[in-house]
């Protein structure tokens, strides 16, 4: 591993990637379960499937597929929780395969590309929908390359998982992706076209609007091309661990918003990261490019995740 410095109070260091998975198809939506092992999303159209590995990475096994899974999260029950965007909808599945559908919209407006999701303290569950069909924007696959001029309307979901009711908090954000609570118990939001972090307050126990931009992670002189913020997760310190798609990186912001380093990954599209267990001190990233899942060690735990517990 290699970290580069972004700005001039950015820090360096060098240490050996670890691969700790391979041969998993567009990897996305890391998961650390209590036992040592890992759930993932395969996001390819040969399997498009939730993907349970080992303590170790070595073996696998299939818990579902359901067409073109992207975010996961699991509840305190053991439930895991799935943005789906093939059939754009938000999935419930237990760790023996079955399925249920929980919403596909909102006051009857379709979900789009539901993309990744989390709880938060309320024990609501927190969906991004990037705001395009992915058929408009990446056509068979391919990313088109006017790919800036497509109209985006990306949102922000709270949903219920009792009764799966869905409401409305934001709009019109162009592409989004990752979204994590912080330990203020403010939500985190990014916008991968433009690289912004933004975040929502928290007030008499509900999300605060409207949101306010708290950092960027695209660096001056990243690659040409589609790039910009995808999954993130916070350690225990406050601090940000985000995958920058396009640009080969985890980006990490201080409490403050600013970039501090950046970790080069081996490929250029890393996905999104989770930290391992507690006492681990490491985070594994979902990577596109090599089909793979890496290890990095990092200074602290993350950040507990809150989990549907009411």
């Not at 498009?48 to 067409?67: E, M, N, P, Q, Y």
């Not at 993309?115 to 927190?126: M, S, T």
């Not at 999300?207 to 589609?226: K, Q």
């Amino acid at each position: 591993m290699q970290v580069f410095a972004a700005s001039s109070e950015a820090t360096k260091e060098s240490t050996a990637t670890m691969i700790f998975s391979e041969d998993v198809q567009k990897p996305e939506g890391p998961v650390a379960l209590p036992d040592g092992t890992w759930l993932i999303v395969e996001g390819s159209a040969e399997r498009g499937c939730v993907t349970r590995l080992s303590h170790d990475g070595r073996a696998r096994s299939i818990i579902r597929k359901t067409g073109r899974p992207n975010g996961l999260a699991v509840d305190a029950g053991g439930a895991i929780w799935v943005a789906e965007s093939k059939v754009p909808s938000l999935l419930r599945l237990t760790m023996g395969g079955d399925c249920a559908v929980v919403a596909t919209e909102c006051d009857g407006e379709p979900f789009l590309f539901p993309n990744d999701l989390c709880f938060g303290p309320d024990g609501a569950l927190y969906l991004t929908d990037s705001g395009v069909h992915i058929d408009s924007f990446a056509p068979n696959g391919t990313i088109r390359p006017d790919y800036m001029d497509v109209n985006y309307d990306g949102r922000v979901y709270r949903v219920e998982p009792r009764t799966g009711s869905v409401s409305l908090i934001d709009r019109g954000i162009r592409f989004t992706n990752g979204i994590a609570f912080g330990p203020d118990d403010r939500l985190y939001v990014n916008e991968t076209l433009t690289g912004n972090i933004y975040r929502y307050g928290w007030r008499d126990g509900k999300i605060a609007s409207p949101r306010e931009l708290y950092g960027n992670v695209i660096r001056p002189g990243a690659p040409p091309g589609w790039k910009g913020p995808d999954g993130m997760a916070f350690d225990e310190r406050g601090f940000l661990y985000v995958a920058v798609f396009g640009q080969g990186d985890v980006t990490v912001l201080g409490p403050g918003g600013k970039v501090v380093k950046q970790i080069e990954t081996q490929g250029m599209l890393p996905t999104n990261l989770a930290f391992a267990l507690p006492g681990s001190r490491s985070i594994n990233v979902t990577e596109y490019q090599h089909a793979q899942m890496e290890t990095f060690p990092v200074e602290c735990d993350g950040l507990r995740l809150w989990d549907g517990a009411s």
